[in-house]
């Protein structure tokens, strides 16, 4: 399974856990090509933190276009669920 499959999965089962946050926070930030800091990747656990290094490694790929928008929909699906 892609990295980008993988994410998106974690995120849709607990948007409210931090790492599900963390990931969604960096997927906005590599589709609107905002500021992200790193450091907040090093706050996942080991497993995380190498799923979101493939993470950017996939999204370079643009054959995985249609995993990118499904994961940036539930991304900023998470975002919005924190501003209320």
């Known amino acids: 399974m892609r990295a980008i499959k993988r994410a998106r999965k974690i995120i849709e089962q607990d948007p409210h856990q931090q790492t599900a946050k963390t990931l969604a926070r960096l997927v ?7 500021e992200f800091k790193l ?30 928008a499904k994961l940036f929909d539930v991304s900023v699906q998470v975002q919005e669920m924190g501003k209320t």
């Open 28 to 34: 906005l930030a590599l589709e609107s090509d905002a």
């Open 39 to 68: 450091s907040e990747l090093y706050d996942l656990a080991h497993a995380d933190f190498e799923l979101a290094i493939e993470v950017l490694e996939d999204w370079r790929l643009d054959r995985y276009y249609e995993g990118k």
